[in-house]
């Protein structure tokens, strides 16, 4: 081996290995396969201790999670500007958890710290995050976020459209209960602590669901819309569906779950969800539709007034070619 090889072949064993990676609005996270965290871009959501306008331009390892600490990652999820953590704390049989560490911004309550914190620059753990229960995973995006314990339980917190609460959907209840209109997207609900997500039709109690499977096995969260699966592989969806984007065969909306027809269960020839993902970056609908989408609802002008100066149009060119 030349001398320039063995020089670059004793940088990368020296380099961290990423076990994960994942990206916010401006900010960008990985897990190393030691456990620790390094973060880079703008914003607290970073975990450093600076604030909004801080900019941290190569990755740089967040002490909290820093040898010596006690503490391993397993996972990272980030939203626009606040992050989540999978910890486990302590090592060997010692070890506890995995339990939720959070930081960053809490102005609409992602971080599940309550109302009377506005953020924390650096990641603080979520002590009663579903009464301390250990954790299969967390996720974060845009202004909100999610985890599911080991029992398989769903949580929700933070502000958007699709927390899964009864709260902010008219009073609704049921199997996944639809928005007034159509298309147009449930009503913003805000918690600034942790609540959990009912799935309709999911026996808790360990009885028969139709196969679905009683716990829910992971969370794919997006801007306007997030989803569900159990371990049983059925599908559950929720939020904004003016595009068909929630699979129910329609263009409704909904602020509750509802179970998509034709994943998890016998009756549905043993196919079986066992991962969701929903678009992020998706910007807020207007007239009912995202109005950077093509079959946008259309405006009084286009509705009216333009056929109209078509028409017109057509008939003075009539007229010129007589």
Same mark, same amino acid.
């Given at each position: 081996?030349?001398?320039?090889?063995?020089?670059?072949?004793?940088?990368?064993? #020296?380099?961290?290995?990423?076990?994960?990676? *994942?990206? &916010?609005?401006?900010?960008?996270? $990985?897990?190393?396969?030691?456990?620790?965290?390094?973060?880079?871009?703008?914003?607290?959501?970073?975990?450093?201790?600076?604030?909004?306008? $801080?900019?941290?331009?190569?990755?740089?390892?967040?002490?909290?999670?820093?040898?010596?600490?006690?503490?391993?990652?397993? $996972?990272?999820?980030?939203?626009?500007?606040?992050?989540?953590?999978?910890?486990?704390?302590?090592?060997?049989?010692?070890?506890?958890?995995?339990?939720?560490?959070?930081?960053?911004?809490?102005?609409?309550? #992602?971080?599940?710290?309550?109302?009377?914190?506005?953020?924390?620059?650096?990641?603080?753990?979520?002590?009663?995050?579903?009464?301390?229960?250990?954790?299969?995973?967390?996720?974060?995006?845009?202004?909100?976020?999610?985890?599911?314990?080991?029992?398989?339980?769903?949580?929700?917190? +933070?502000?958007?459209?699709?927390?899964?609460?009864?709260?902010?959907?008219?009073?609704?209840?049921?199997?996944?209960?639809?928005?007034?209109?159509?298309?147009?997207?449930?009503?913003?609900?805000?918690?600034?602590?942790?609540?959990?997500?009912?799935?309709?039709?999911?026996?808790?109690?360990?009885?028969?669901?139709?196969?679905? &499977?009683?716990?829910?096995?992971?969370?794919?969260?997006?801007?306007?819309?997030?989803?569900?699966?159990?371990?049983?592989? *059925?599908?559950?969806?929720?939020?904004?569906?003016?595009? &068909?984007?929630?699979?129910?065969?329609?263009?409704?909306?909904?602020?509750?779950?509802?179970?998509?027809?034709?994943?998890? +269960?016998?009756?549905?020839?043993?196919?079986?969800?066992?991962?969701?993902?929903?678009?992020?970056? #998706?910007?807020?609908?207007?007239?009912?539709?995202?109005?950077?989408?093509?079959?946008?609802?259309?405006?009084?002008?286009?509705?009216?007034?333009?056929?109209?100066?078509?028409?017109?149009?057509?008939?003075?060119?009539?007229?010129?070619?007589?």
């Amino acid at each position: 081996m030349s001398l320039s090889g063995m020089i670059m072949n004793r940088i990368m064993k #020296q380099r961290p290995r990423s076990s994960q990676v *994942a990206a &916010g609005q401006n900010l960008t996270a $990985a897990v190393t396969a030691s456990g620790e965290l390094f973060t880079w871009g703008k914003g607290p959501g970073t975990g450093h201790g600076g604030g909004n306008g $801080a900019v941290v331009a190569h990755p740089t390892r967040v002490p909290a999670f820093a040898p010596g600490s006690g503490l391993r990652v397993l $996972a990272v999820s980030l939203g626009s500007s606040h992050g989540l953590a999978l910890v486990v704390t302590g090592g060997g049989a010692a070890a506890a958890g995995p339990h939720a560490f959070a930081w960053g911004s809490n102005h609409r309550g #992602q971080l599940g710290l309550g109302p009377g914190m506005d953020g924390c620059p650096t990641p603080v753990p979520l002590p009663e995050l579903a009464g301390g229960a250990a954790l299969r995973c967390v996720a974060a995006c845009d202004l909100y976020s999610a985890a599911v314990t080991e029992q398989g339980q769903l949580w929700t917190w +933070g502000s958007s459209v699709c927390l899964g609460h009864p709260m902010g959907s008219g009073g609704g209840g049921g199997n996944g209960d639809q928005a007034p209109s159509n298309v147009a997207p449930p009503p913003a609900a805000t918690s600034f602590l942790p609540r959990a997500v009912v799935l309709p039709g999911i026996d808790r109690g360990g009885g028969s669901d139709g196969g679905g &499977g009683s716990c829910v096995a992971s969370v794919g969260l997006g801007s306007l819309y997030c989803g569900c699966v159990t371990e049983g592989g *059925a599908l559950f969806t929720w939020g904004y569906g003016g595009h &068909g984007n929630l699979g129910h065969g329609d263009r409704r909306s909904r602020p509750l779950p509802a179970r998509v027809a034709g994943f998890g +269960g016998p009756e549905h020839g043993g196919r079986r969800a066992v991962s969701v993902a929903c678009t992020v970056g #998706q910007a807020q609908p207007g007239g009912g539709l995202n109005p950077k989408n093509p079959g946008q609802v259309p405006s009084l002008y286009e509705q009216v007034f333009q056929p109209l100066f078509f028409f017109f149009e057509i008939l003075l060119h009539a007229d010129s070619c007589a």
